[in-house]
């Protein structure tokens, strides 16, 4: 699986590409200028290292992302269960559960779900 891991500064910087793709790569230096202070070649070498990752193309400056911030999401939580369970989702569920208790609702929802996915 590729790296999809996020730092805290690139899951910022990646939430405001996000939230304001497509954006001209020119004023994405200025939106991090006024909100993270950054300089130019800050910016640019950011921008980079998220484009290596495979998270967002740069385009004859246009910003805009590869994968969605729900992808991006989705991509994290199945390397999580991977990384720490095997990628075996009984496991995480054992584990989340040893602790917090579901309520019914999310029972009711976690079923619903199974069902939709069941294999037929």
Known sequence: MKNYRLGDMELEFANL?????????GELVQLCEQKFS?????????LKR???????????????SVLTKQEWITKQSEGFVEDNFN?????FLVAFTRRKKLSKQEITEIQ???KQNAEE
Request: with cysteine.
């Open 17 to 25: 590409i996000w939230e304001h793709e497509p954006i001209l790569s």
């Open 38 to 46: 950054w300089k130019k070649s800050t910016t640019y070498t950011m």
């Open 50 to 64: 998220l484009c290596n990752k495979g998270i967002f193309q740069n385009n004859s400056g246009s910003v805009t």
């Open 87 to 91: 990628g075996s989702l009984p496991q």
């Open 112 to 114: 619903k779900i199974i």
